[in-house]
C-alpha cells in the first residue's frame, strides 16, 4: 500500500521533520499554503516563519484561515480548481 507524504490528522510529527521544514520555510523566496486547516501548531506557524524571512507568502484555501489575512495574496476556493490554472499561467510566462 502506498501511503501519501502528508501528515494525516492527529498524527505525531518527528522532531527533524519539523526543523527541515522550518529551515525549507525561512529560505524559501515564494510560501504557498494550500487548503491547511486544523494543522499542529509546528505546521500552522510556516507561513509565518517564511514571510518574516521575507518571502512571498501566497494562501489557497475553501475558507479564511488566520494566517490568510497575513497572505501577500488569498484566493479562495477549491484547490483542484485554482491550482492547474497556476500552473498553466506559471509555465506560460
Known amino acids: 500500500m502506498l501511503r ?3 501528515v494525516l490528522l492527529d498524527e505525531k510529527i518527528q522532531q527533524r ?3 527541515a521544514v522550518n529551515q525549507a520555510a525561512a529560505t524559501s523566496e ?3 499554503s ?3 486547516s486544523n494543522a499542529p501548531k509546528a505546521i ?5 516563519v517564511a ?6 507568502f ?3 484555501n475553501t475558507h ?3 494566517s490568510a489575512a497575513h497572505a501577500n495574496e488569498f484566493v479562495k476556493g477549491e484547490c483542484g480548481k485554482i491550482l492547474p490554472h497556476l500552473v498553466t499561467a506559471l509555465t506560460d510566462s
Do not use: H, R, S
Not at 500552522?44 to 509565518?48: G, K, Q, R, S
Not at 514571510?51 to 512571498?56: F, V
Open 4 to 6: 501519501p507524504d502528508i
Open 17 to 19: 521533520t519539523i526543523d
Open 30 to 32: 515564494v510560501f504557498i
Open 34 to 36: 494550500i487548503g491547511v
Open 44 to 48: 500552522e506557524n510556516l507561513p509565518f
Open 51 to 56: 514571510k518574516g524571512n521575507g518571502a512571498y
Open 58 to 60: 501566497l494562501e489557497i
Open 64 to 66: 479564511n484561515t488566520e
